[in-house]
């Protein structure tokens, strides 16, 4: 184009940059219709009759289902997930092995969050000793956990992660386990259960979306107005130089 001259640098940073703002646009819009399908999903199973514990190995797609249990937690293995917050509050989220009197199988139960305030003292729960019918439901992570360091594997009891890894526990252990955790409806032993189903809802994302379209539509548009800016300056000096000649 002879009107449009926007120089060497501008252009490749537009070839760079536009087609990765406009992908991650489409990212995030991808993102959002996932965690749409994952709330519907979630809405559906969680009003559905639980199932029994002896049906939690046969079922393909456990997400979400709700389960009845009858068992005894083990006091001695308790995990606390670090960096959860509710309200603006620091805590943990405490999850014992629970084995299932019904099939002899060890399922990994989060009972909730609790408050953490004070780092310099462990948190304070207590885990009930007798035999208890619970409410759960299974809970299967939508992704990996991102890690700045693993969690190390001898770390001593109550141990404090980062993220949750049922089948090594199983095999530190020497247990035959379920391979997702579960997370406790109000209860016996339960502490905060009030669970959100993901941390960013699809209208967050859907909100991203619509940033990174609009940064990439201005990249483009500052990209033409440069372009003719040149362009006409160019032209202007062209003319002037053909005056004075």
Known sequence: ??????????????????????????????????????MDSYAERRVA??????????????????????????ADHSILLDNRQHDGKVGVELLQPFLDQETGLWLLVNRGWLPWPDRRTPPVFSTPEQA?????W?????????QLHADPADAPWPRLVTAVEPDKLWAELGRNGYAYQLRQQSGPGAYRTDWPVVAMGPE?????????????????????????HNAGRQHGNHHESNQHV
């Open 1 to 38: 184009m002879k009107g449009f001259r926007p120089g060497v640098v501008p252009s490749l940073v537009v070839a760079v940059l536009l087609p990765v703002m406009v992908c991650l646009g489409f990212w995030q819009l991808s993102r959002g219709e996932q965690k749409r399908v994952l």
């Open 49 to 74: 009759q639980p199932m029994a514990s002896v049906e939690l190995q046969e079922t393909a797609d456990p997400a979400f289902r709700p389960v009845s249990l009858r068992g005894q937690f083990d």
């Open 132 to 136: 208890v019918n619970l409410q759960a």
């Open 138 to 146: 299974v809970y299967v992570a939508p992704g990996t956990t991102f």
């Open 204 to 228: 967050k994302h859907l909100g991203y979306a619509v940033q990174w379209f609009a940064m990439a539509a201005a990249l483009f548009g500052l990209f033409l107005y440069l372009g003719w």
